[in-house]
Nanobody
Framework: QVQLVESGGGLVQPGGSLRLSCAAS????????MKWYRQAPGKERELVAT????????NYTDSVKGRFTISRDNSKNTVYLQMNSLKPEDTAVYYC?????????WGQGTLVTVSE
């Protein structure tokens, strides 16, 4: 079965950094695009970053460009989101996502709170 398990969230001060991890299993990880989404309280889910299959092409939403970096380690079936220069508006539950066999899969999410 497909499983996505996020970790690494927590409370951080503005300007700080966190690295989120998503451990994937149950599908051929290296062949699939992985994405990070986030959902802030009272707001719609938004796509934050995308990394393609083994080629590793990346895309980011404008609000995080230059601050966040998505990466993957195919040997570990893990996708990462390095988050630097965090701002209060980055506060959200962060989810990793993939589409496998026409089905969208989501992890349980990890909460990132950026606050004094």
């Amino acid at each position: 079965q497909v499983q996505l398990v996020e970790s690494g969230g927590g409370l951080v001060q503005p300007g700080g950094s966190l690295r989120l991890s998503c451990a994937a299993s149950g599908f051929p990880f290296s062949s699939y695009t992985m994405k990070w989404y986030r959902q802030a309280p009272g707001k719609e889910r938004e796509l934050v970053a995308t990394i393609s299959n083994f080629w590793g092409r990346t895309n980011y939403t404008d609000s995080v460009k230059g601050r966040f970096t998505i990466s993957r380690d195919n040997s570990k079936n893990t996708v990462y989101l390095q988050m630097n220069s965090l701002k209060p508006e980055d506060t959200a539950v962060y989810y990793c996502n993939t589409r496998f066999s026409l089905v969208e899969y989501w992890g349980q999410g990890t909460l990132v709170t950026v606050s004094e």
